[in-house]
């Protein structure tokens, strides 16, 4: 069985209530606009008139889920690829780590990642991000934003024990193909979940994952 830490996550359990986002931030003590998880939103459809009574407003096909994103901890990261310092590395445990030591804050890895996982810490003038709670596991707790949920939508362990346990689906909107970084990420879809690539809508919460 290869070792590779992932995280498993039930967009039909979750809520985007944000617990999981606060929890991360405080147990990083992140300042405002910089977050390693995010909550999406993502949401289509339309209203159209009623058929009997056009003044009023009707919905045609609308949806809405929720998405708990964070550093995937991709097989083939790009953010270790376009690290000019190489202080970008694969941990034998899976985790994709930054050195400090090593980080030039270029941002290259910013602006590489589909996730948005590496955020530029202006303060330190280096890159971080989620590092899966390393020292909360060492001492045997679970990750911040596992136990912060209050839908019981996120777990983490093995990628081979999460496929065998939830399946083997990595793909949903608004997350691109998974073939691009290979994401150590098992999902539950939301029953209106599209495919990544096959979405018809749009992230409707920007605004709010900058806080």
């Known amino acids: 069985m290869t070792e590779q830490l992932s995280f498993y996550f039930d967009s039909s359990a979750c809520t985007g209530c944000k617990a999981c986002m606060s929890a991360c931030k405080d147990k990083n003590d992140l300042p405002v606009g910089m977050n390693f998880r995010k909550v999406l939103e993502y949401g289509g459809g339309s209203w159209v008139p009623h058929a009997q ?24 990261a790009l953010c270790m690829e376009s690290c000019p310092a190489k202080a970008i590395v694969k941990r034998s445990d899976g985790l994709v780590d930054i050195d400090p030591d090593k980080c030039i804050g270029c941002r290259y890895c910013e602006w590489a990642c589909p996730y948005g996982g590496p ?19 060492a001492a045997g707790q679970n990750p911040a934003c596992v136990d912060a949920c209050v839908m019981r939508a996120i777990d983490f362990g093995n ?34 979940a599209h495919r990544s690539g096959d979405g018809t809508g749009e992230i409707v919460s920007a605004a709010e994952v900058v806080q």
């Open 119 to 137: 955020q530029f810490d202006e303060t330190k003038g280096v890159m971080r991000k989620c590092d899966f709670c390393r020292d909360l596991l």
């Open 53 to 76: 009574y056009p003044e009023y407003m009707v919905p045609n096909n609308v949806y809405y889920y929720s998405i708990s994103s964070a550093c995937m901890h991709c097989d083939s």
């Open 159 to 192: 990628k081979d024990e999460l496929v065998a346990k939830y399946g083997n689906v990595n793909s949903i909107e608004p997350w691109p193909d998974p073939d691009v970084t290979e994401p150590s990420i098992v999902i539950t879809p939301h029953r209106h």
